[in-house]
Nanobody, 115 residues
């Protein structure tokens, strides 16, 4: 019923921008909240940002003012617009979707910020 698939990762230079997308490959599914986490090598998974059904967003301290989370009207797709990227943003980015007590994760997409 739910399989989250991320896309849009890649290599970008410092100061550049990148947009990640995530959708349920098995059709529309109205999540109550969708968001993004990331994990760099040797580090714990870190909260990046999330959006709930009412459109309220929240962000991790390290990305505030640079990243923006948005979603489509059906609440089955979520996007992460990343600007002013830094080398320390390099990580695997994971999509997360919540529906009541259930939580779903994508496989992750690599973002590398380097010259």
């Amino acid at each position: 019923q739910v399989q989250l698939v991320e896309s849009g990762g890649g290599l970008v230079q410092p100061g550049g921008s990148l947009r990640l997308s995530c959708e349920n490959s098995r059709g529309n599914f109205a999540f109550t909240a969708m968001g993004w986490y990331r994990q760099a090598p040797g580090k714990e998974r870190e909260f990046v940002g999330a959006i709930v059904g009412g459109g309220v967003t929240r962000y991790g301290d390290s990305v505030k003012g640079r990243f923006s989370v948005s979603r489509d009207k059906t609440m089955s797709k979520v996007y992460l617009q990343m600007t002013s990227l830094k080398p320390e943003d390099t990580a695997v980015y994971y999509c997360n979707g919540k529906s009541g007590p259930l939580e779903y994760w994508g496989q992750g997409t690599q973002v590398t910020v380097s010259q």
